[in-house]
């Protein structure tokens, strides 16, 4: 089995016991959809603006952050997570170490990389100034201006399939909810 595979094993796995695990209220399914529906929201800002390998994307969210998608992610981590509530808070900590400790750094120092082989000093600029995951009030100076595009979330980015996962965990939880009720 290929390292990706494993990754995409546990990943998977994860998300089972966090639904195992849940225990949904009612003031736990809305605080942690708002929170998923945050993060989603990010991620679909971002992938409609996302010209990978193309140009550096400095358009829409990462005008002021410089991992919009890795944000979103971020809060669909702890929006699952209270959604769960009860016993799957436990597995918080476990999610947000393996996404700061193992899955960040891992993508960081490939991408980071790339991006400055693929798009030298103008990547280099952008990195200073924006951070990867806390939004600057301010755009970047040198900003693109572009509109959203659903032919970049849709064709290019497909976006679509990570939207499917994340209304089927949701899906799960709340019939997890109701179950409960």
Sequence with gaps: MRTSQKKTAGLIAGVIVLILLAS?????????????????TIRMWAAGHLLRKKELTTSGPYAYVRDPLYLGRFFLIVG????????SLILLPAALGIFFLNYLPRKYKKEMAWLEDLFGDSYVRYADYARSLIPRLKPYPAAVKRKWSFDL?????????????????WSALFLRYKGLS
């Design 80 to 87: 699952f997570c209270t959604m769960g509530w009860s016993y």
């Design 24 to 40: 949904p209220s009612k003031a736990s399914m809305m605080a942690g959809g708002i929170i998923v529906c945050i993060g989603e």
């Design 153 to 169: 979330f849709w064709q290019e980015n497909r976006e679509q399939y990570f939207l499917l996962i994340v209304l089927s965990i």
